[in-house]
């Protein structure tokens, strides 16, 4: 059964730092894109960051760039995102998800209709 599950959600004043875990199980991550998006109460879920398989390259939304950093520990089974510098905006749920279509160094966006697993999210909120 193909299972992610987030983690490392919670309450942080702003300016401050959380790192979020994905965990994977049912399948081997190592082939997998992993993406992390988000949902802000009453708007669209966005996609904000992605992590390639093998060379482990990374795209970010302009709006966490140089903030957040995603990673990817294949060996156990696990992705990170690590949000430094956290703004009230950056409230909303944060999900991961797999596709299994690596993403080339033109990306521009994170789509989320490319990913077909899914966790269930993780509550992240900045107070001001």
């Known amino acids: 059964q193909v299972q992610l599950v987030e983690s490392g959600g919670g309450l942080v004043q702003s300016g401050g730092s959380l790192r979020l875990s994905c965990t994977v199980s049912?399948?081997?991550?190592?082939?997998?894109?992993i993406g992390w998006f988000r949902q802000a109460p009453g708007k669209e879920r966005e996609g904000v960051a992605c992590?390639?398989?093998?060379?482990?390259?990374?795209f970010y939304v302009d709006s966490v760039k140089g903030r957040f950093t995603i990673s990817r520990d294949d060996a156990a089974n696990t992705a990170y995102l690590t949000m430094e510098s956290l703004k009230p905006e950056d409230t909303a749920v944060y999900s991961c998800?797999?596709?299994?279509?690596?993403?080339?160094?033109?990306?521009?966006?994170?789509?989320?209709?490319?990913?077909?697993?899914w966790g269930q999210g993780t509550q992240v909120t900045v107070s001001s």
């Open positions: 998800a797999a596709s299994g279509h690596p993403f080339p160094t033109t990306l521009t966006a994170v789509t989320q209709d490319e990913y077909y697993y």
């Open positions: 049912g399948f081997t991550m190592d082939y997998f894109v």
């Open positions: 992590i390639n398989p093998g060379d482990g390259s990374t």
